[in-house]
C-alpha cells in the first residue's frame, strides 16, 4: 500500500516545465479546481490547438521577477471563486512538483496580484496522494535560501 504524502496549509511547489523551481501555494481543500496567478492572458493557436502565453510572477508579494509561459489550453471553465465572483478561466495542465512527486495537475489561469498566494492546490490535484495536516507548513521541500540583493 503507498503511503499518502502529508501537506501543511501551505507548501513550496515546483512548475518544473515553467523553469520555476519554488513558488509558495496554499493547499486550498476548499477549493475543487488548483489556480495559478497569470499577470497577462494571451491567446493564439498554435498547430490548430488553442494555446495560451502568460506571465508569472513566483514570489509572493514582488512582481520584479517575471516568468513568461506557454502552455495547450484543456478547457475554459466558469469559476466562482471564495467572495461568490464568477469568471471564465482559461485551463491548462502542467507538472507540479511537491517533493520528489511530480504530478500533472489541471489549474486555471487567473490575476492572483493582491491575493497572499500565487498559486493554489485545489482538491482535485489532491485527491487520493496527498493528506493534508492544517497545523502545519512546508513538509513537502525545504523553504528555499533566501536570495540577497545585490546594490
Not at 493557436?45 to 502565453?53: K, N
Not at 513568461?68 to 466562482?80: I, K, L, M, Q, S
Not at 469568471?87 to 493582491?114: A, C, F, K
Request: aromatic share 8%; net charge positive.
Amino acid at each position: 500500500m503507498n503511503e499518502k504524502l502529508t501537506l501543511g496549509w501551505r507548501e513550496w511547489l515546483a512548475l518544473p516545465e515553467f523553469g520555476i523551481a519554488h513558488i509558495k501555494a496554499k493547499i486550498d481543500t476548499g477549493a475543487r479546481t488548483s489556480a495559478l496567478h497569470a499577470f497577462y492572458l494571451e491567446p493564439f493557436t498554435r498547430d490548430d490547438t488553442a494555446w495560451v502565453r502568460f506571465g508569472i510572477h513566483p514570489r509572493q508579494g514582488s512582481s520584479d521577477e517575471v516568468v513568461h509561459c506557454e502552455a495547450p489550453v484543456v478547457d475554459r471553465r466558469t469559476v466562482t471563486d471564495s467572495g461568490g465572483h464568477r469568471e471564465e478561466r482559461y485551463v491548462i495542465r502542467t507538472l507540479v512538483t511537491l517533493g520528489e512527486q511530480p504530478e500533472s495537475v489541471e489549474m486555471t489561469l487567473t490575476d492572483r496580484e493582491n491575493m497572499r498566494f500565487r498559486m493554489l492546490l485545489g482538491r482535485t490535484a489532491m485527491r487520493g496522494k496527498f493528506v493534508v495536516d492544517p497545523g502545519r507548513s512546508y513538509l513537502s521541500r525545504p523553504k528555499p535560501p533566501r536570495k540577497r540583493r545585490q546594490d
